[in-house]
């Protein structure tokens, strides 16, 4: 059997683009038909708390990925959350890599949302919102910055003061209110952990582009699910986000929503299958997380390591 490669969380990860060129070329091949990506398991514990498996084939690399990812709700404190993902040789059948992939999850979320900032954004977008200063919210924040030049950028969480804003960029300010920070933006990052509308997305121009991420909170959604009627909505694997995204779920049940009320995804859009947002209503793109991803990130982390070796 052939050794394995551990990568800690402390580990080399992969600079921004290198992460956003890998979470695109996944998307490239699962449009063409060289990935496979099943949609998440969720397996419920007994004493409370659940673990989320996540997985997909990269076939041209020759990998199989699962990320495992308990959720362990703790009776004092914060629950406890970890991820950890396997690499395996579809050629050999040999483990190639298990990653401690709390740090690669965060990268990987924030390049899938910059890849949606490309395909869906107005080119001449240049004034971004950011809900949520926690790492997620951050990395946002650095990825964006890749796909656009942002010349306004204005930030907001609950708890956030000035000091916050360190290191940020004289660009950034801290607004008083998440409506107030979404007010006139091109671009509207939601990264909390909420499971409640954050924002009221009617407030949005039309054309300007809103986002939101999943969280472990119960049917969590961000934005106001009887509002998905009115927007131009996208996701980054459509069946995927129909079935797990809380608003899309809350919207199906009670508001008629249907999966082909999401207008294309990530690999539709690169490969031209999709149709571009109207310009008539506000964009709002949702992503619940893919194997795909952390396939792709977690073998690009794996090269570092054999280069640098």
């Excluded at 129909?242 to 690999?267: N, S």
Aim: net charge negative.
């Amino acid at each position: 059997m052939s050794s394995i490669t551990i990568l800690r969380d402390d580990g080399p990860a992969p600079a921004e683009a290198a992460v956003q060129a890998a979470v695109r070329q996944a998307f490239e091949q699962l449009a063409a038909g060289r990935a496979v990506q099943p949609r998440q398991v969720v397996t419920d514990l007994p004493d409370g708390g659940d673990v989320i498996a996540y997985q997909a084939v990269l076939a041209d690399a020759g990998v199989y990925a699962v990320k495992v990812s308990p959720y362990l709700p703790q009776p004092a404190g914060k629950a406890v959350v970890t991820a950890w993902t396997l690499l395996l040789s579809t050629r050999t059948g040999q483990p190639l890599l298990l990653a401690d992939s709390a740090r690669l999850t965060t990268e990987r979320t924030a390049a899938t949302t910059a890849l949606a900032v490309d395909l869906l954004a107005r080119p001449d977008a240049h004034r971004l919102a950011v809900i949520g200063l926690g790492p997620v919210g951050r990395a946002h924040l650095r990825h964006a910055r890749v796909v656009r030049r942002f010349t306004e950028v204005r930030m907001w969480s609950r708890t956030a003061t000035e000091a916050d804003l360190d290191g940020l960029g004289g660009d950034v300010h801290l607004a008083a209110s998440a409506d107030e920070a979404a007010d006139g933006a091109d671009v509207v990052l939601l990264c909390t952990s909420a499971a409640a509308p954050v924002v009221d997305a009617r407030r949005l121009a039309p054309g300007s582009l809103i986002t939101s991420v999943s969280t472990n909170a119960p049917m969590a959604h961000e934005i106001d699910p009887a509002v998905l009627g009115n927007l131009d909505v996208y996701a980054d694997y459509a069946p995927a986000a129909f079935a797990a995204g809380g608003e899309m779920r809350l919207a199906a049940a009670e508001h008629g929503f249907t999966l082909t009320d999401i207008r294309g995804d990530l690999a539709g859009l690169l490969a031209g299958a999709a149709p571009a947002p109207t310009g008539a209503r506000p964009v709002f793109f949702r992503s619940v997380g893919l194997g795909i991803e952390d396939a792709a990130v977690a073998l690009a982390a794996l090269q570092i390591l054999e280069t640098s070796s």
